[in-house]
């Protein structure tokens, strides 16, 4: 009985010191003071070339991620978003050829943007289910369930630290994605998800949150779904990697507690924010940016450069094929087709008019997505211009909802906006002196002042005519005639006549600005 009573004490006693060797040992991994390396893109849109007019490209980017991760320091690698779409390296197999780039770069976690919705909803939950790096949103849900397979969050182990990253996705999707890919979905407010988020994954022992977002800054994106809004309104992030808005943040954003990060666009940076964790909590965090320029020494990784040529082999049989010439650039620079005329918007239009016969034409310049230079025009050309596949609807529209619908265009000028028109067989002033709702004067249709009470034949594209961008004015107006894709249209136009000159293609004053 005594040999039995030692035993118990001897046994508590060693089950005593385990116990504060394991806690002494989880002190020794949680006290202390290190570096977290968030590295983050976002709104890349399928540039994995390096360009003149894009970024260092995805081989570069691989080299240096892996160069900082043989380093001392923890590394995370995330992307905010728009990463499926946007090129025909991307939009021509619906993403499917491209998804393994993820796993190819070593990201660590991906949020939905909302041109992740461009191929339809079933598509984007096939491609998030064919790479192994976690899409995740913690509000787009089908029914009562997450969209499927997304998550809501990661937790990730960092030198003994619950590192919680989750992800936000914008409600601008409804109508920043063709209407018809997100039907049936809710995308719940950002800061409400967020809110719930902070909870679940303190509760989890997380210690340091991340929030990785496609919710932007701009002005035209309502306030409250906003990054700011969830900085200003959720207590608990520490840090905010953001996509969406493109924002040049170099040093990032601070409001409150937490620091917004955002890699511009296009890969043009790759952005670095510095987390000081001392026991087990952040205590500061800087952001920079390693820039193209920085990048001019680094060496391709040869994989990532292997597999974009692979991909881009296999789609010349399309790409390559000449549908005509131009003898001049034509204009659709970001910048430019979201708050001016062009002469590339003004070909488009011309085309849809020519094709349909409608009495007039309104187009969004976001569905206008890059320049086509000097040169022989092919079927590539095309399809990165117009990378979404719309197709081109005729409805009948009353002058009042067109006058509405250029209102609605303009509202926001001079800041751009995806929602700026681009017109044939219209022609107005846009008077950027007066208030919102009341800048479109001396407009006509067909060379005559509109009749707001009588009925027009407008073409535009599927998108806008279900109410796309937020012209929900065009939404329930009668369909009269479908047409084909709009990219199709345009081949056959420039095919048509063989070169693209000014007289289907110039700034010829359709829309007139009078800001001074």
């Known amino acids: 009985m005594k040999s039995l009573k030692k035993f118990l004490v001897i046994s508590a006693a060693v089950l005593m010191t385990v116990s504060v060797f394991r806690i002494v040992q989880i002190s020794a991994q949680t006290s202390g003071s290190f570096t977290l390396k968030v590295l983050h893109t976002n709104d890349t849109h399928n540039r994995f070339k390096e360009g003149a007019n894009d970024g260092m490209g995805f081989p570069k980017i691989s080299t240096k991620v892996k160069e900082l991760r043989a380093g001392a320091d923890p590394v995370l690698f995330l992307d905010a978003g728009d990463f499926v779409h946007g090129m025909p390296i991307g939009t021509i197999s619906k993403g499917e050829k491209i998804i393994g780039m993820l796993d190819l770069m070593g990201y660590d976690a991906i949020t939905v943007g909302n041109h992740e919705f461009d191929y339809g909803k079933s598509q984007l939950s096939k491609l998030i289910k064919k790479t192994k790096v976690p899409f995740i949103s913690a509000n787009i849900y089908d029914g009562k369930k997450l969209l499927s397979g997304l998550k809501p969050y990661i937790i990730k182990d960092v030198k003994g630290i619950k590192v919680g990253i989750f992800g936000l996705t914008t409600p601008e999707s409804y109508y920043k994605s063709h209407p018809k890919n997100v039907e049936g979905l809710t995308i719940n407010e950002p800061v409400d998800a967020a809110k719930a988020m902070v909870t679940e994954l303190k509760a989890k022992g997380c210690t340091v949150i991340i929030a990785l977002a496609h919710l932007g800054i701009d002005e035209e994106t309502p306030e409250n779904w906003r990054s700011t809004a969830v900085a200003k309104n959720v207590e608990g992030i520490d840090l905010i990697v953001d996509g969406h808005s493109h924002s040049n943040l170099p040093s990032g954003m601070k409001v409150g507690n937490t620091l917004i990060v955002s890699a511009m666009e296009y890969d043009k940076v790759l952005g670095m924010a510095d987390m000081i964790i001392e026991n087990g909590k952040v205590t500061s965090i800087t952001a920079s940016y390693f820039t193209k320029e920085n990048a001019a020494a680094v060496t391709e990784d040869a994989a990532v450069a292997a597999f974009i040529k692979k991909v881009e ?176 249209v345009l081949i056959e136009f420039i095919n048509t006549n063989g070169s693209v000159t000014e007289k289907i293609a110039k700034v010829d004053g359709r829309i007139s600005i009078k800001d001074k």
Do not use: Q
Request: charged share 25%; hydrophobic share 40%; net charge neutral.
């Open 313 to 488: 082999d296999e789609n010349k049989k399309i790409t390559e094929v000449i549908i005509g010439k131009t003898d001049f650039e034509l204009n659709g620079e970001k910048n430019n087709v979201r708050a001016s005329e062009t002469n590339l918007g003004n070909l488009i239009t011309n085309a849809i008019m020519w094709k349909t016969g409608a009495d007039c034409v309104i187009t969004n310049g976001g569905g206008i997505r890059a320049s086509i230079k000097s040169g022989k025009i092919t079927k590539g050309n095309v399809i990165t211009v117009l990378p979404f596949g719309n197709t081109i609807v005729v409805k009948e529209v009353s002058g009042k909802d067109i006058k509405a619908a250029l209102e609605f265009g303009v509202a926001d000028y001079p800041n751009i906006a995806g929602k700026f028109p681009h017109v044939a067989g219209i022609t107005f002033t846009l008077d950027a002196k007066s208030a919102a709702g009341k800048r479109v004067t001396d407009l006509m249709i067909g060379g005559k002042p509109i009749n707001e009470t009588a009925m027009y034949k407008l073409a535009t594209n599927d998108f806008m005519a279900v109410g796309g961008d937020g012209y929900v004015m065009f939404k329930d107006a009668k369909e009269v005639k479908l047409f084909g894709g709009l990219d199709e």
